[in-house]
């Protein structure tokens, strides 16, 4: 007796377990600081709180809602991309899920048939590969490298098609790395595309809102593109809302129908007093999340200061998101004199254990030689744990 293949091809998140790691020492009472999740540490913002207990208190929500979701929150999504975004979605295009990760296992599932090859733009979210897996489809990696700002060109991608590419996946602005593509470089990628006409893109946009350039463009509002693009967005990092589990897709209608079809079968609808959240947080005060993403930047030139301080870390300056993708490999090969470490498992494993702050591998990430920092920590948890970082790596030869 086994467990299927599909399965066995794909590993447990890393960011999850690091995060269970970091959770098993703060239980044994070791003072242990968490870089590992992708988690705001703010509040969900007040507003959003109240429309959820109104809806409770209402008593209308308590039924199944649409499995698309309900349809003013998906007017409300549509209208917001029309405006913010320059993408003519409908009400129709919209699929509210729980959370931005099912949004996309929907939609591979709704798209990919074994032997088909998706496109993941290298460094990526740990999930990217792991659902192309789940479908037997088949993740084909483009990588960026440090000096490029971790980003892949339309020429790397031209270059990656074949007659099986169903797909191409990335994430602006990107986690792991922070960075974020411009107009004229997605429209580069648009180019390579529309010359493909069985090529679709997923664009996850969760970021969208922690970008410091000031410049998020939508690759569906390019020309041509909006009949061959998938956005994937939610509501975790902008709003604080993660443990809400609101995400949702806007793409063609054929596409958005596949999905509600896949989610009818697995989960059915979102939480109904979720939605009302939702709908609280895309139509109301978008002041606290400007305060937060000011926060956010003061952390970043924080942390990238003090990574510079680090000998032997070698750092890009992330333009959105809220981590940092350090390479770590000058450390590979070096011991403390009674560990020695060989790649970047062996330094998250050993900078929670000795140094007592957590990180995730990059290779989960698609790059071994980096590890992911997340700055989505108060500005005491960050400067102590850099500190952490900076003296216990002094100990290595």
């Not at 750092?315 to 790649?343: C, L």
Request: aromatic share 10%; charged share 20%.
């Amino acid at each position: 007796m086994s467990l299927s293949n599909r399965i066995n091809a794909i590993e447990e998140s890393a960011t999850l377990a690091m995060a269970a790691k970091a959770r098993e020492f703060k239980n044994s009472g070791i003072d242990v600081i968490s870089l590992s999740l992708g988690e705001p540490d703010f509040k969900t913002p007040q507003h959003i709180c109240d429309a959820a207990k109104k809806a409770i208190d209402d008593g209308k929500y308590f039924s199944y809602p649409p499995v698309a979701g309900y349809q003013d929150l998906r007017e409300a999504l549509a209208a917001k991309y029309q405006k913010e975004n320059n993408v003519p979605y409908k009400a129709e295009n919209i699929v509210v899920s729980n959370g931005a990760k099912q949004s996309i296992a929907n939609v591979m599932l709704a798209l990919l048939n074994p032997g088909d090859e998706v496109i993941i733009f290298a460094p990526y979210w740990v999930s990217y590969d792991a659902l192309v897996r789940l479908t037997e489809a088949t993740p084909v990696l483009v990588k960026g490298t440090i000096e490029t700002d971790f980003k892949v060109t339309a020429a790397q991608v031209d270059k990656a098609i074949t007659s099986k590419t169903k797909a191409l996946i990335f994430s602006s602005p990107c986690n792991p790395t922070g960075s974020v593509f411009s107009k004229k470089e997605l429209e580069a990628i648009a180019a390579v595309v529309l010359k493909n006409p069985n090529l679709l893109v997923i664009a996850d946009e969760i970021y969208e809102h922690i970008n410091f350039t000031g410049d998020q463009t939508s690759i569906a509002s390019l020309p041509g593109m909006f009949d061959r693009t998938i956005t994937v967005n939610g509501f975790a990092k902008g709003f604080a809302m993660t443990g809400w589990r609101v995400g949702y897709i806007a793409a063609p209608k054929w596409i958005a129908d596949g999905s509600n079809k896949v989610q009818g079968q697995i989960t059915s609808a979102n939480c109904s007093i979720s939605q009302r959240g939702a709908l609280a947080a895309i139509s109301g005060d978008m002041n606290p999340t400007k305060h937060m993403v000011e926060e956010y930047h003061k952390r970043r030139a924080i942390v990238y200061d003090l990574l510079k301080d680090i000998p032997g870390l070698k750092a890009n300056y992330p333009q959105g998101a809220f981590y940092f993708f350090p390479d770590v490999s000058s450390f590979f090969g070096k011991s403390d004199g009674e560990r020695k470490i060989n790649n970047a498992d062996d330094f998250c494993l050993w900078m929670l254990e000795r140094g007592h702050v957590s990180l995730v591998p990059g290779g989960a990430f698609g790059d071994d030689n980096c590890v992911r920092l997340s700055y989505a920590a108060s500005e005491k948890d960050l400067r102590e744990a850099l500190t952490r970082m900076k003296t216990i790596l002094a100990t290595l030869k």
